[in-house]
């Protein structure tokens, strides 16, 4: 198909820097896979900020597209899955990393990578949601699978005015329960309680556990989208048969631990991984976002509405720990 489409673009213009522009591209230059959506919403994510500033391990080659998440319309499927107008979503696998991604106004991946858009939910829903939101259903739908209950105990959220983190506030609190914000943002915790959080904890009340192997359990039930050290001082204030899941890395890869939680409190440790979830299982969280998971309003208190030309400064501000909520980019703005 020819034509023209606008897409955020990075580039490598000295070593170690790099530049963000909106550049016009050739659809013809796209991979050549079966599915060629038009995007109306993508979103901006940690893992954006991180292919925009060059960080290793995301994306190998520039100049490059980054956005992990799209959601639109079809144009064209040489798969026959979907439907010319049909609407869908991608999140995760390797868009926006190493294949040209969403921060654009056309995008072509493998039809395996899309699942049907909820009517429900809408393309910009779907995107203020995005891989933030399908990641926090994971975390959920992870902890109630390991017993947890309302009933039960306390759930924590450690970067919670981040995406994942807001959304699994807003999300617990839905399901009934009692909620505790971590964040080192105070100054938001207008914002966490509005969203269902009970109470509000500073991060660096965390902190203050590292030299310890336990303290007094706190909490039942814990959502970690930092990582590091954050996670283990999760898990050390976690009650008896408790668990916690863990999504993120903002905070570090790797963390200083003992084996004392697990095999004197029984906590459990639950990795949680949205990128290479068969498609099934995306199906199935996005349709319970979209029906008894549906945080309603509360989305909204979340979600700012960007264009493609303000992307590069939101990015910055990911990228320097600064984001609240979910950002959100429309195409067509």
Known sequence: MEGTFRALRVEEVAPGKFDQRIESQEIDALPAHELLIEVEYSSLNYKDALSAFGQPGV????????????????????????????????????????????LAERIRVPASWAVACPESLGARDAMALGTAGLTAGLCVQKLLAAGATPEGG??????????????????????????AAVTGKLESAEFLTALGAEKIIDRDMLAEYSPRALVKPQ?????????????????KATGYGGAV?????????????????????????????????????????????????????????????????????????????????????????
């Open 59 to 102: 994306t190998r080659e520039y100049p490059h597209t980054p956005g992990i998440d799209a959601a639109g319309r079809v144009l064209e499927d040489a798969s026959g899955t979907f439907q010319p107008g049909q609407q869908v979503l991608v999140t995760g696998y390797d868009l926006g990393m190493n294949t040209a991604g969403g």
């Open 154 to 179: 306390t759930a924590v959220v450690t970067g919670a005015t981040g995406g994942v983190g807001s959304i699994a506030v807003a999300l617990l609190a839905k399901l009934g329960f009692r909620v």
């Open 219 to 235: 909490w039942q039930w814990g959502v970690d989208s930092v990582g590091g050290e954050t996670l283990f001082n999760l898990i």
């Open 245 to 333: 899941a863990a999504c993120g890395l903002a905070g570090g890869a790797q963390f200083n631990a003992s084996v004392y939680p697990f095999i004197l409190r029984g906590v459990s440790l639950l990795g949680i991984d949205s990128v290479e979830q068969p498609l099934s299982a995306k199906a199935a969280v996005w349709e319970k976002l979209a029906g008894e998971w549906n945080i309603g309003e509360k989305l909204a208190r979340i979600t700012e509405e960007l264009s493609l030309a303000q992307a590069p400064e939101f990015l910055a501000r990911l990228h320097r720990g600064h984001g609240i909520g979910r950002y959100i980019v429309n195409l067509n703005k």
